[in-house]
Nanobody, 123 residues
Framework: QVQLVESGGGLVQAGDPLRLSCAAS????????MGWFRQAPGKEREFVAA???????YYADSVKGRFTISRDNAKNTVYLQINSLKPEDTAVYYC?????????????????WGQGTQVTVSS
């Protein structure tokens, strides 16, 4: 069992940067692919970014160039750096871990989920 705890969300101004963190329990963090999703009010949860065990990355088209996913296996932590925040980035951001897939982009490909952290961007 893996527990994931997100942090770093909050109320920010449009144009500001923000870094989200997701801390994982357990000693096998390095063997998981990790991802970030977000869910805006009234919308489906959508894929944002993923990072493989070997640190290959993949991004949704909507966030390419502004979002950066990274991981620190020594700290059991995955990060999501968000630059130039926009009001449409307002959402609950979730991290997730996948035990089976290399660079998963679909919700069903993930086995464990955090509780989410709220990001609200004011204009």
């Amino acid at each position: 069992q893996v527990q994931l705890v997100e942090s770093g969300g909050g109320l920010v101004q449009a144009g500001d940067p923000l870094r989200l963190s997701c801390a994982a329990s357990g000693r096998t963090f390095g063997s998981y692919a990790m991802g970030w999703f977000r869910q805006a009010p009234g919308k489906e949860r959508e894929f944002v970014a993923a990072i493989s065990r070997s640190t290959n990355t993949y991004y949704a088209d909507s966030v390419k160039g502004r979002f950066t996913i990274s991981r620190d296996n020594a700290k059991n932590t995955v990060y999501l750096q968000i630059n130039s925040l926009k009001p449409e980035d307002t959402a609950v951001y979730y991290c997730a871990a996948s035990t089976k897939y290399n660079l998963p982009r679909e919700r069903y490909q993930y086995d464990y989920w955090g509780q989410g952290t709220q990001v609200t961007v004011s204009s």
